[in-house]
């Protein structure tokens, strides 16, 4: 087998949403001829609350090695990861690719600054190096013109990112338009670096280890009504759809009397129970505590799972960009839920829903989002229909194969080895 040093400074139990993207691949990448190995960061180290469900969720044998990093101490100057264990982090990396012989290293980010490390090994061992775009790394903060820290990070990211890619052999992102703009910045990589796009991919085994755990369900309790769970971070753009649907129930709210949306983790900061997005725009339009619900702190990933098999149904929300992949519809469907989604026209994600028969996608057309306040109420009166009918067993599966994570970790390896050649 060749070898790959995954370098992620979060790793579980880190209950990040982005471990997930190494702890899977990982956990595939033997069945495909690369054995890995994980380079983190102590549990101690992190800011964040640990989840040590999630360590059963690790292959038995797979090889993890731990270094450590500077503490965060107040005032809060240096607090991201990958820069705290930056030096502690390259050592080890290099004794391990010049004791193992390691073929390739790869560093899913953010930590943005973590991928530095590529380029900072390569030059000192010669290994091939690839990045994995989970988030934008140079990108426009909303309100920039309002913030001199925003306006710092995209300066310090635009200086930085050339830095790390230069010598970069591959690069890959959840989608395409994550890396889109780093071609479009380093043409030159065009001839040099390999380039592909690999979702998040859905574990059933993750869901079936459910059935191991005493795990209840505790943000929300059955009350006869109809309960919705839309799970995760809220994407940029998708404040004025979500805008035009709080308006759209406000205006109908005799054909909502039955119903509840609950939004899990979509709060400012993944640690902040106060950090509320969606409660101000539930607030302004009369919904909030009666129709809409928030939990902006992060929950447990396996605690978000338990509360998906809870559910009624689960709620998706795009934005007025593409990039929604139907990853993320796929978790609805291992829940076993009829899925309600309002995405861009263009999404991939919406067409995988109506080929599979797993739920109804709104296609919002990002020119005329207005619409969606009049057709939001015609979409959730389909949906009510749509459920009632709806079973598990209907679910054309063979549709999400290409977003299992077994399938998302074949496409790595068939994008590392054309990289090695």
Partial sequence: MKKILIISPHFP????????????FA??????GWQPIVLTVHEDFYEEQLDRNLEQLLPKDLRIEKVKAMKVKGPRLIGDIGLRAFRQLYRRAKSLIQEEKIDFVYIPIPSFYAALLGRWLHVATGVKYGIDYIDPWVHPFPNRDKSLRHRLSESLASFLEPIAIRNASLITGVAEGYYKGVLERTPVLEATCVFGAMPYGGEREDHEKLKELDLKPYLFMKNGKRQMVYAGAMLPKAYEPLEA?????????EAFADVEFHFIGTGKTPDDPNG?????YAEKYGLWQTIVFEYPKRIPYLDVLVHLDAADGVFILGSTEPHYTPSKVYQGVLAGKPVMAVLHKASTAAQVLKRTNAGLAYLLDPENVKALETDFVK???QYKIFAAEFTP???QQNEFDAYSAKAVTRQLAQLLNKAME
């Fill in 27 to 32: 956990q595939h990448l033997p069945e495909f």
């Fill in 379 to 381: 979409l959730y009166q």
């Fill in 245 to 253: 649907i709080f308006k759209s129930i406000q205006q109908n709210q």
């Fill in 276 to 280: 509320f997005n969606i409660k101000p």
């Fill in 393 to 395: 067993a209907q679910v």
């Fill in 13 to 24: 139990p880190s209950n990040l949403a982005a471990v997930h993207r190494s702890r899977l």
